[in-house]
């Protein structure tokens, strides 16, 4: 019973992040972000909040990082008034490689079908 309510936190933090970076935080950093997933531990202490950016560029994403950490407690307490639970996890954020590490795998097999 307690990993289906660690799952159905996740989800909810998920969607509330991505809402409360759309409509409530104003920092251009964080434009054009999504949030790709949400790891909770067991004890809803904390949360890793996985993201992708739009630019693959280092410099855009540690600014992006940086506007996360900066925008955390504004989300947090956004998620607390929002979220149904005792209390707010503690937000972790993270880039997502997967999508970084598609997009190589893209251009592999798009050099390989060209060199065909």
Do not use: C, W
């Not at 909810?12 to 531990?41: A, M």
């Not at 947090?76 to 590490?101: C, M, N, Q, W």
């Amino acid at each position: 019973m307690p990993n289906y309510r660690v799952g159905r936190v996740s989800q909810e933090i998920q969607r509330e992040v991505n809402d409360i970076l759309q409509k409530r935080v104003r920092d251009p950093r964080v434009q054009g972000i999504t949030i790709t997933d949400v790891e909770v531990t067991g004890d809803l202490q904390q949360a890793t909040v996985y993201y992708s950016t739009l630019s693959e560029d280092e410099k855009t994403v540690s600014e992006t990082q940086e506007g996360l950490v900066k925008a955390k407690g504004l989300i947090r307490k956004e998620l607390g008034s929002r979220l149904s639970i005792h209390k707010t996890p503690e937000l972790f954020f993270a880039r997502d490689e997967s999508v970084a590490y598609g997009n190589h795998i893209d251009e592999l097999l798009n050099q390989l079908k060209n060199n065909d």
